[in-house]
């Protein structure tokens, strides 16, 4: 049982490269995240996928698109990176869509991303 | 989402000592969540609290979610040197209109613990 897995857990890119950052969980949660985490400013959700089939913004979604391929997997993808995009992205699962006591998230290890 | 303010941002602890870290909001929220974060890694829950006053204890690791319910409180008894990490406080509070969850975090409070 492995929990939310991320690969890469490093990339480097040049400005205007373009990458997809992997997230898989195996715990049957139906709702899946992805946020990007940046010095003094805690974590701010770019995408969520409350369902499978379903996506919506986040607070910080211009720049990403986010595919939720099936119900254990949610990828992220960056069309043309940029500076501003360097940061650490995580990925977090939960069961539900917090409508009830236990539907914490649960957060993978991280994707550490520098745009050059 | 909202950005929480929490305080201290950082804080330099002599091992056995006590601590508090604390987050407060304008706005109310259903549950509160505290998480830890070691470097390198992810968050990892550590306490949630799902009713305003309710006190929780987790180990040495003790929060309460305050009556506004715009507020909590953690704290950590016995300080030792695996508490050092950043400690991220998250509020979550539930639409009428579309019942999705979104997850308002602080900054962090980073922790060092001196030996």
């Known amino acids: 049982n492995a929990g939310v897995t991320q690969t890469p857990k490093f990339q480097v890119l040049k400005t205007g490269q373009s990458m997809t950052l992997q997230c898989a969980q195996d715990?049957?949660?139906?709702?899946m995240y992805w946020y990007r985490q940046d010095p003094g400013m805690g974590l701010r959700l770019i995408y969520y996928?409350?369902?499978?089939?379903?996506?919506d913004k986040g607070e910080v979604p211009n720049g990403y698109n986010v595919s939720r391929l099936n119900k254990r997997e949610f990828s992220l993808r960056l069309e043309s990176a940029a500076p501003s995009q360097t940061s650490v992205y995580f990925c977090a699962s939960s069961y539900r869509s917090g409508r009830a006591p236990g539907d914490e998230q649960f957060f993978g290890p991280g994707t550490r991303l520098t745009v050059l | 989402g909202q950005q929480l303010n929490q305080s201290p941002q950082s804080m330099f602890i002599q091992e056995g000592e006590d601590v508090s870290m604390n987050c407060t909001s304008s706005s109310i929220f259903n549950t509160w969540l505290w998480y830890k974060q070691e470097p390198g890694e992810g968050p990892v829950l550590l306490i949630a609290?799902?009713?305003?006053?309710e006190l929780t204890s987790n180990g040495r690791l003790t929060a309460q979610f305050g009556i506004t319910r715009k507020d909590s409180f953690l704290n950590i008894s016995a300080s030792i040197p695996s508490d050092v990490g950043i400690y991220f406080c998250a509020g979550q509070r539930t639409t009428t209109l579309t019942n999705d969850y979104k997850l308002s975090f602080g900054a962090g409070t980073t922790v060092t613990v001196r030996a």
């Open positions: 715990m049957n949660h139906n709702s």
């Open positions: 609290l799902y009713k305003a006053g």
């Open positions: 996928s409350a369902s499978e089939g379903t996506t």
